[in-house]
């Protein structure tokens, strides 16, 4: 049974989800998930628009979202309703389909501006939810707020962070995921020492039902020490405190500002956790659990089912908060598994059985990863699961204070956070990804609630001696752990792609374009937006008509030189004095080469393809 089984049985059944939801998220004219489904295939079963027809694409309507900042995520449509939203302050329009986009409402939430300069790459929102009749927004000061769907006022609030002003800098960034009676929300802020946790709350109150903290004891990170495993063993009694030093773990970080998926068989979440904190690793000693981990959890109760640490003691910033997506009956050595693929910023793309966390594959989804060599996957071995590091690439063992050089891929990862899509027809999934590399350079760094906990400096770059670009979009076998093809790109692809039952697949570019490919990665369509897309790619269907719909606006962690100002001498040292202090550099050129954690410097080159700019760009073929 496929992954849209699961969820029409669940319907049949009457027994799991959000009845409406499901209901809503089961019918392709709409996109009523920001994931497009609970799978996070992001597969769409509508197919007018087809790999023979999509030449012929051209603009149908567009809308400005008034701000200029990177756009991330994308528009729900639902029914004769579009819903969009922008970067902060977190602006959200519902729009006529009927009516030639009338704005039926819009609403922008009061914010104090001090947690912008909190928000580490960018201001960005990767968009609203829907639920029981609301559309649930979280804002960059951590509130969750649930809007009436048809009216747009306030139903209800509830405050996730223990601050709204930015004084101990936590921020909301994710796309919040209704699953059931509950809103499941996350937390930002690894770079500056937040502690992460997931949190559910009532659909119809917001009141806080649980909430799971990626670190510290059991009782807070709701692991059972015999019920709860890692690769099929117990984790044991507070394994969340005992591989930290002292109780570095209450600043620790792993924060979870990415994606959830849900299984209703199971009726479990799946999400990861990022960065441990600082990126100096020689000042955390042991794995840092459970920093950089995939985690299963119970979504009535929020107890940890299974837990696997992709990168225990990251010593490169590789989150793990990427998307999950969750295929049934994948044939894997010959036998169907229901499984959850994840495709790392570490490189590695995971292929695990979703019920009980079995690790099936780990493979290189890039070929230029260097820091490993390989995942072992003898459960016999006392390094099973473990990635190899490779002592040349090591930033602990070469210490403080020592640029380690050559890195692959860079802090942000062979992906960051720009979602993948699976194509049940093809059984293969679409990837962006990046393709640069780093040197990275740690130094001691203290503590202050508030203040940025780095402790490293980073410069990133095109991956040398391969094909001169920044990124490459993929088809990857997850039975196999192989590449099928691949399209390189001038810049990395921010955007999330799009998988469709017409035989294309579209994606968007730093420099503006969205295009489309088919199954082979063939281009068969092209063409320029106003401003770099690192937004989401998706589709719907009204009055008979598929379209298809993206936000332009660079920005993000990619996009940051332009969208933070941080091009110029002043903007760079601005942010180099706020980020590194004494450890600043005092020389221009390194100055704006390394701010932004590294990314102005890499992403120079972007100024002279894109600006600034906010749009939603809908597209559809000619009218007959």
Partial sequence: MTAAGILTAALAGNAFANDELAKLASDAKNWAMPTGDYANTRYSKLNQINKDNVKNLQVKWTFST???????????????????????????????LKNDGKILWKYEPKQDSSVIPIMCCDTVNRGPAYGDGKIILYQAD??????????????????????????????????????????????????????????????????????????????????????TTHLGKPVGKDSGMNTWEGEQWKTGGGTTWGWYAYDPKLNLIYYGTGNPSTWNPN??????????????????TGEAKWLYQMTPHDEWDFDGVNENILVDGMQINGQPRDVV???DRNG??????????????????????????????????????????????????????????????A????????PASYSPKTKLFYVPTNHVCMDYEPYKVGYTAGQPYVGATVTMYPTPKSHGGMGNFIAWDAAKGEIVWSKPEQFSVWSG??????????????????????????????????SGIIGNINTFEHDGKQYIAVLSGVG???????????????????????????????????????AGLGAVGGYAGLANYTTLGGQLTVFGLPDQ
């Avoid at 004769?80 to 970067?87: L, N, Q, S, T």
């Avoid at 059931?180 to 020492?193: N, Y």
């Avoid at 968007?508 to 082979?520: H, N, P, S």
């Fill in 556 to 594: 993000g962690w990619a996009g940051i030189g332009l969208a933070g100002g941080l091009l110029g001498a002043e903007g760079a040292a601005e942010w180099q004095q706020a980020v590194a202090g004494e450890k600043a550099p005092t020389d221009e050129s390194q100055s704006i080469s390394t």
């Fill in 142 to 227: 951590t509130m969750v707020t649930a809007l009436d769907a048809k009216t747009g006022k306030v139903a209800w609030q509830a405050q996730n962070g223990e601050k709204i002003d930015g004084s101990l800098a936590e921020s909301g960034t994710s796309a919040p995921m209704i699953v059931k009676d509950k809103v499941i929300v996350g937390i930002s802020g690894a770079e500056f020492g937040v502690r992460g946790h997931i949190t559910a709350y009532n659909l119809s109150d917001g009141k806080r039902v649980w909430r799971a903290y990626s670190t510290g004891p059991d009782s807070e990170t709701l692991i059972d020490p015999e019920k």
């Fill in 341 to 343: 693929v994840h495709f």
């Fill in 348 to 409: 590695f793309a995971y292929t695990l059985d979703r019920a009980t966390g079995e690790l099936l594959v780990a493979k290189k989804y890039d070929p230029t990863v260097n820091w490993a060599t390989e995942v072992v996957m003898d459960p016999k071995s006392e390094q099973y699961g473990r990635p190899q590091v490779v002592k040349e690439f090591s930033t602990e063992y070469n210490g403080e204070d020592v640029n380690t050089k050559g890195v692959c891929p």
């Fill in 66 to 96: 008034g701000v200029l900042r990177g756009h991330e995520g994308g528009p729900l449509v639902i029914g004769d309703v579009m819903y969009v939203h922008a970067p902060f302050p977190n602006t959200v329009y519902a729009l006529d």
């Fill in 283 to 300: 000042q955390r000693p042991g794995d840092n659990r459970w920093s950089m981990t995939l985690m299963a959890r119970d979504v009535d």
């Fill in 411 to 418: 802090a942000l990862g062979t992906k960051d956070q720009q």
């Fill in 497 to 530: 792609a799009l998988a469709t039952e017409g035989d294309v697949i579209f994606y968007g570019t730093l420099e503006g374009y969205i295009k489309a490919v088919d199954t082979a990665g063939n281009e068969l369509y092209k063409f320029k937006t106003p």
